[in-house]
């Protein structure tokens, strides 16, 4: 299927697992509650905030330790070698783009950037970083579990004293350039990647349960389509009756040999 081309990859936080970031609903989750912030919470408390931004500061950064593995390597080979035509991730890891991969769309966002709510200006994560920095001498935390979004858990008193900080420009909120659950994801970039979904030859599906209808709309519109949808994933998925082809294998290894097996990739 891979070898003939035309593939566009749908992947979710499955693919990320075997570079340490864990996932929500995969074997990784279990045994761990994932309480993801809303966006309703997140807008209307500066309780929430605070939570938020306390807990992210430090999982941010035990987040940047994560490098692409070689699931994120061999899937930017397959774009290099135009077997790949499109990534649609809904992850907001950035190791797609850490492994090489050029032509990503972030479904969800991406946790290296923040958005003002006032004045909707975006910038670098890393300058609010050092921002929350500054405004938190002597606050040290560190955590031992984390969400996929980077959320860490923190004891409540370690983020009662966590100070957060406003968009320098209008003194709005700032959020991460993701988004949360509550959220709709932006009309033109859901449009963009139905009609990547309608160009393709054949979807893959790497380490996604389908479980919201953020990713599993791709899959139903590629089995409308009749393109043929293959789907590799350590769990039971909600799109596992679209499928023609359905592996419960590890990702690293097994996209590996789908690279080792194609003897002639087309030049890029």
Known sequence: MVAEGGVVVLSGAGLSTESG?????????????????TYQKFADS?????????????????????????????????????????????????LHQAAGAQRVTELHGGLDRVVCLGCRERSPRADLDRRLHAANPGWHATASQFNPDGDAVLP??????????????????????????????????VDTCFAQVAA?????????????????????????????IAIVNQEPTAGDDLALIRLDVPLGPTLTAVVNAIPTPRPA
Not at 54 to 69: D, F, I, K
Not at 169 to 181: H, R, S
Not at 214 to 226: D, I, K, M, N, P
């Open 156 to 189: 409540d008193e370690l983020v009662a004293a966590f100070q957060v900080v406003d968009c320098l420009t209008c003194d709005g909120l700032l959020k991460p350039d993701v988004i949360f659950f509550g959220e709709n994801v932006p009309r033109p970039r």
């Open 46 to 94: 500066a309780q929430a905030r605070q939570r938020y931004w306390a807990r992210s500061h430090v999982g941010w950064r035990q987040l940047g330790l994560a490098r692409p593995n070689a699931g994120h390597h061999a899937v930017a080979e397959l774009e290099r070698h135009s077997l790949v035509e499109a990534i649609i991730t809904q992850n907001v890891d950035g």
């Open 21 to 37: 970031i864990p996932d929500y609903r995969g074997p990784t989750g279990r045994g761990r509650r994932a309480e993801p912030m």
């Open 200 to 228: 393709a030859r054949a979807l893959l599906v790497l380490g996604s349960s389908l479980a919201v209808r953020s990713g599993y709309r791709f899959v139903a519109r590629a089995a409308a389509l009749g393109i043929p």
